[in-house]
């Protein structure tokens, strides 16, 4: 399969700082990849290297089969990290004006613009000035900007920050009606259950490092479940007799509830049925994979005694609430 | 290409719509003279609104005695308003030659008519002496609209002295409150009452000798080899420092808004949407090509507001069509030149007060050939004018100035001028290109002029 972006030894410095260091990277057509990594992990300079915002000090960029995006600049959508909009300018008249510059046909702009704004609940914002928009509003209008003119190609540069949950679920809707129709989809963020629930694959890199580049399902394979939550309906129940179910290595007890790590290759679905008959339960599941539990554990592996590690998990632990 | 072409106009026409329809432009461009106008009008309306009638009395030491008769006459409100209309002629004709008279006489008069003020003449013993009138001069009058004067006329005012080429004069003696007007009225007529009298000693007619002297000032026809005739020597002293300002104003309005809309695209970080649209250098020439609209619709205000003038006062026939297109020309060679330096500084920085210290070269580049236009425009062929008119960026002043003045340069030098600008402009513009590609991302410390050139030099 062709790939619609392809970076290959990608290097970005700025001054001493290395920004970007060997980066390859490659999405095929169609696909919906995510990336991932804390705050100043080189997302956005990666993004703007591929958008030839930004130019590498070494590498290849190639983007749809051609050597520049500068090149494919009308079949590309990109949302920069930074938000901007002309103030002064009438929201109908700014996205009609962004289409224009990116080739569409003023007769298709117009209503897809008045189609997409009103999909993320903004219904007769046309005929208002940019200025008079919230933020959360000029964000939105921002996203229907960078795909009002059907591209093959989009890119988001952390799509969802500082929307509200009804805006991100709405969003949500729009990129994947955008995924059906074929686009491939690169977007950032920082907030893991966000790409787990939107990507084919997930890219992460960590200070300017590609530290993973897999599959969603070859993921969730590779870290099999092995481990069942158990939470009593009688929270003071002995849970003394889960330990003695076949294929449970060990019981941990967490406030309210009960986490069975498993024997590797035990088949989960027994230990549920056995469990359930031990004590009754209000709750039982597989704790599937999550990308935060992945992404902790490749970081740590990786920089393992560096300073920035605690500083990373702090991190990464404030993030797990932030679920939209 | 012609996707190139279609984004340039794009960018260009938004960029010339936003600022035409803002209110910083109305206010600008429209605004701006109206009020000038109206100051410009108001001004001496305000100052010649000085009070009500006065009556000035008038304590004469006629030495001479035979000076009071005639200076009463002088005196009459008639005769005083007589000297006021001939004295507006005069002023007409010497602005606008070639005005007859009647013209003239007939012409709106701009600053209102003031009352007339009332002399009445004491006439004090002759060997009175000056000291002893002070007081009365001084005395804080009852009538708030009396004013005082002193006027002494010695014999030799009236009469040659044997053995004199000269005459004498008379003594005017005042305290502070005697208006301007009233002073000037009264130096009129003891000045008409003492020729009356000195001509009627000699034995001539005042009133043929009056005629005799009085000449209309006609419209000087300059002749040039090709036998043109030039317009009038009045307006065409003053040309060189209008087109001075067309093209200062042409510049400014253009450059400024360009420099400030590319700041604020900047600031307010919609460049990065921009640019993943069109690149940098279209996005440079749309801009750079939006503002030269708006420079020329402020200038073609400008221009038909001064025809309009020349129309109203029918001396539209001073004004040669060619110098109209010369100023297009030399405005759009300016224009490039200083509208790609503001461009490239409004890249450069992140807000409008780190502008500043990199405005301070630029504007003294674009002020001090303008306001040196009148000087080149009364000395055309100077060294320095002729060097000057081929180097940018202050050519296009230099040569504009040369080419209202009395005396145009040949045709040689001003295509060399172009020339020089055209080659001007290129370099300022790749100059702009190279700042404004790496510029516009960058953000924070506000650079110097040295880190442009790096720039520039760098990409």
């Keep these: ?324 | 290409m012609s996707g190139t072409l279609h984004r340039i106009r794009l960018v260009a026409a938004r960029e010339f719509l936003v600022t035409v329809s803002s209110k910083g432009f109305l206010f600008g461009v429209l605004i701006m003279p109206i009020v000038g106008f109206a100051v410009a009008m108001l001004i001496p309306k305000i100052m010649a609104q000085r009070g009500a009638q006065v009556n000035v009395e008038v304590a004469l030491i006629d030495q001479s005695t035979v000076v009071a008769g005639p200076l009463q006459a002088e005196l009459e409100p008639a005769a005083i308003l007589a000297r006021r209309a001939a004295g507006r002629r005069a002023a007409v004709q010497q602005a606008a030659p070639g005005v007859s008279a009647s013209d003239a006489a007939r012409m709106p008069n701009p600053v209102p008519e003031q009352p007339v003020p009332a002399f009445t003449i004491r006439e004090l013993e002759a060997g009175t002496s000056v000291d002893s009138q002070k007081s009365w001069l001084t005395a804080p009058s009852e009538d708030k609209r009396v004013r005082r004067a002193l006027v002494v006329v010695p014999v030799d005012a009236a009469t040659r002295a044997s053995g004199q080429a000269d005459y004498g004069s008379y003594e005017l003696y005042a305290p502070r409150n005697l208006t301007e007007d009233a002073e000037g009225a009264l130096h009129e007529a003891l000045r008409q009452a003492l020729t009356v009298v000195r001509l009627r000693a000699d034995g001539l007619d005042p009133q043929l000798v009056q005629a005799a002297t009085r000449i209309a000032r006609p419209r000087t026809v300059l002749v040039s080899p090709d036998g043109r005739q030039q317009g009038a020597q009045g307006l065409n002293r003053a040309l060189p420092f209008i087109m001075g300002i067309m093209l200062f104003m042409g510049v400014m309005i253009g450059g400024q808004s360009l420099m400030t809309s590319t700041i604020e695209e900047k600031s307010s970080r919609v460049v990065e949407v921009l640019l993943a649209a069109v690149s940098p250098l279209e996005l440079m020439w749309g801009k750079l090509l939006g503002q030269l609209g708006v420079g020329l619709v402020s200038m073609t205000i400008y221009v038909s507001l001064g025809v309009l003038a020349l129309l109203q006062f029918a001396l539209i026939g001073l004004l040669d069509p060619m110098l109209i297109l010369y100023l297009l020309v030399f405005f759009l060679l300016a224009y490039l030149v200083f509208g790609a330096l503001m461009q490239a500084i409004g890249a450069a920085v992140s807000q409008m007060a780190d502008a500043q210290s990199l405005m301070g070269p630029i504007m003294i580049l674009l002020i001090i050939p303008y306001v040196l236009t009148p000087i080149i425009g009364r000395a055309p062929d100077s060294a320095i004018a002729v060097v000057t008119s081929f180097i940018p960026p202050v050519n296009s002043f230099v040569m504009l100035a040369r080419l209202a003045s009395s005396s145009p340069p040949p045709v040689w030098q001003v295509l060399l001028s172009i020339a020089a600008g055209i080659a001007g402009a290129f370099i300022a513009v790749w100059f702009a290109s190279k700042v404004f590609r790496i510029g516009l991302l960058m953000h924070g410390k506000p650079p110097s002029f040295a880190t442009l050139v790096k720039w520039a030099r760098m990409s």
């Design chain 1, 1 to 324: 399969m062709q790939a619609a972006l392809k970076l290959q030894g990608v290097e970005k410095s700025f001054g001493a700082q290395r920004a970007v260091s060997a980066l390859d990277l490659a999405i095929p057509k169609g696909e919906t990849c995510g990336l991932i990594g804390p705050s100043g992990a080189g997302k956005t300079t990666s993004i703007r290297l591929i958008m030839s915002i930004l130019f590498p000090d070494a590498g290849k960029v190639e983007v749809l089969g051609l050597p520049s995006a500068l090149d494919a600049k009308d079949r590309i959508g990109y949302l920069p990290e930074e938000r901007g909009v002309y103030r002064k300018m009438k929201v109908g008249a700014f996205l009609r004006y962004l289409a224009g510059l990116k080739g569409a046909a003023e007769s298709d702009a117009g209503p897809r613009a008045k189609e997409l704004l009103e999909k993320l609940g903004l219904e007769g914002v046309l005929d208002k000035k940019c200025e008079d928009l919230s933020k959360g509003m000029l964000q939105r209008v921002q996203f229907v900007g960078s795909i009002v003119h059907r591209p093959e190609l989009l890119i988001l540069d952390e799509p969802f920050s500082g929307l509200d949950p009804v805006s991100v679920r709405l969003l949500k809707d729009v990129i994947t009606a955008e995924r059906r129709r074929g686009t491939t989809i690169l977007f950032s963020t920082h907030v893991m259950a966000q790409a787990e629930e939107l990507c084919d694959r997930v890219v992460m890199i960590n200070r300017g490092r590609k530290v993973l580049d897999e599959s969603m399902s070859s993921l969730r394979r590779r870290f099999d479940p092995t481990r069942v939550l158990f939470e009593p309906l009688d929270a003071d129940a002995p849970l003394d007799g889960l330990r003695d179910i076949p294929g449970v290595q060990s019981v941990q007890r967490r406030e309210g509830e009960a986490e069975l790590r498993l024997f590797p290759g035990t088949d989960p679905s027994a230990v549920i049925r056995a469990a359930a008959a031990v004590v009754v339960p209000a709750r039982i599941e597989i704790a599937r994979v999550r990308l935060e539990d992945v992404f902790v554990g490749m970081v740590r592996s990786e920089a393992a005694g560096d300073e920035s590690e605690a500083a990373l998990r702090e991190h990464l632990q404030g993030l797990g609430g932030e679920k939209a």
